[in-house]
Nanobody, 114 residues
Framework: QVQLVESGGGLVQAGGSLRLSCAAS????????MGWYRQDPGKQRELVAT??????TNYKDSVKGRFTISRDNVKTVYLQMNSLKPEDTAVYYC?????????WGQGTQVTVSS
């Protein structure tokens, strides 16, 4: 089992910045993918950004150039969010994947006011 603990959400004005953090613990593997998804009520959860232990990244088109995902080891991942827009408002979920196993954090609310 893998446990994920997120932090860093909150309320910010449009154009502002937030930084999300996620720390994984438990039965971790040295090769994995971590990242962030988000979900609005009534909508499907969507990928925001992911990063492999090798450093390969993948971003949702609408956040490219504004969000940066990074990691400092096999168990901690960050999402720096700049130039936030009201449409970025959602619950953000940390994601951990190794092979066929996927784990999710409890979610952290990000609200961007106009």
């Amino acid at each position: 089992q893998v446990q994920l603990v997120e932090s860093g959400g909150g309320l910010v004005q449009a154009g502002g910045s937030l930084r999300l953090s996620c720390a994984a613990s438990g039965s971790l593997f040295s090769i994995n993918t971590m990242g962030w998804y988000r979900q609005d009520p009534g909508k499907q959860r969507e990928l925001v950004a992911t990063i492999t232990t090798g450093g390969r990244t993948n971003y949702k088109d609408s956040v490219k150039g504004r969000f940066t995902i990074s990691r400092d080891n096999v168990k901690t991942v960050y999402l720096q969010m700049n130039s936030l827009k009201p449409e970025d408002t959602a619950v953000y979920y940390c994601y951990y994947n190794w092979g066929r196993s996927t784990y999710w954090g409890q979610g952290t609310q990000v609200t961007v006011s106009s």
